[in-house]
């Protein structure tokens, strides 16, 4: 069965830094595009940020120049660095697969808490 595990979530203050994790067990997945998402209570999944089986990444205004994406395909990992956090980034992270059109493979996702 295809997992996705996400990892590196926490509590951290304002203008501090995580870095999120997504393992996948699957080594067909270096083929893929990746992405995060995030979940805030109350709204909408929203995408944070992709990156392609080339390398390629996107992100969404409200976390550029903040948040780094990669990926190691020997390791079956990609990363999300997140920096300069503040209250609005706090939301449960979700790291997703799209094989072709749509995203869908999900991990479980990983709660981000920023105090401030």
């Known amino acids: 069965q295809v997992q996705l595990v996400e990892s590196g979530g926490g509590l951290v203050q304002a203008g501090g830094s995580l870095r999120l994790s997504c393992a996948t067990s699957?080594?067909?997945?270096?083929?893929?595009?990746m992405g995060w998402f995030r979940q805030a209570p109350e709204k909408q999944r929203e995408l944070v940020a992709t990156?392609?089986?080339?390398?390629?990444?996107y992100y969404a205004d409200f976390v550029k120049g903040r948040f780094t994406i990669s990926r190691d395909n020997a390791k079956k990992t990609m990363y999300l660095q997140m920096n300069s956090l503040n209250a609005e980034d706090t939301a449960v992270y979700y790291c997703?697969?799209?094989?072709?059109?749509?995203?869908?493979?999900w991990g479980q996702g990983t709660q981000v808490t920023v105090s401030s």
């Open positions: 997703a697969v799209r094989p072709g059109s749509t995203w869908d493979y």
């Open positions: 699957e080594r067909t997945f270096v083929g893929y595009s």
């Open positions: 990156i392609t089986a080339f390398g390629t990444t």
